[in-house]
């Protein structure tokens, strides 16, 4: 009878999954070319870090409330920690699409059971829209996960 490799634990599979999540998020590879609304959220964030005003936006030193804060901050503090750069705003969202993989894969072991959230997870990290605005830096990986 030949012989079966072991499963990996709930825990290392968690982990790897994050990891591989990790790989496609994170911005090793420079910073590649601005999406979206990115430069709005860049601008204002920056404004925030620089003028030392985290209530009031800015988009060319006018008052911008097109989006929500939440958003902002998380950029601007990614400024504050790492500089001024288009990798840097992409981390914060990055590290929210990571929680929110890691929430989602909590809820379905509380509903399922280990198999069910290690497959809700699979299923969330392996979603096109998840993985690119994971790498955007806007408010929506923020949203996305404190509505998970």
């Known amino acids: 009878m030949p012989r079966q490799a072991p499963a990996l634990s709930f825990g290392a599979s968690v ?6 999540l990790s790989a496609l998020l994170l911005p090793f590879g420079g910073p590649g070319s601005l999406d979206r609304a990115e430069p709005y959220f ?15 936006p800015l988009y060319r030193d006018q008052p911008f409330f097109d989006k929500p804060i939440l958003g902002y901050w ?3 503090l990614c ?10 705003a992409r981390i914060g969202p990055a590290l929210f699409a990571i929680l929110t993989l ?15 959230g290690l497959f809700a997870g699979v299923a969330l990290a392996t979603t096109a ?11 929506d990986m923020p949203m996305t996960f404190f509505s998970t």
């Open 79 to 88: 400024f504050r920690l790492f500089g001024c750069s288009a990798e840097a």
């Open 74 to 76: 998380v950029i601007a």
């Open 42 to 56: 860049m601008y204002a964030g920056r404004a925030m870090v620089e003028q030392g005003d985290w209530l009031v």
């Open 15 to 20: 982990a790897l999954l994050v990891v591989a």
């Open 129 to 139: 829209p998840f993985v690119s605005f994971g790498r955007t830096a806007m408010a």
């Open 102 to 116: 890691l929430v989602t894969i909590k809820l379905g072991a509380l509903v399922g059971g280990r198999r069910v």
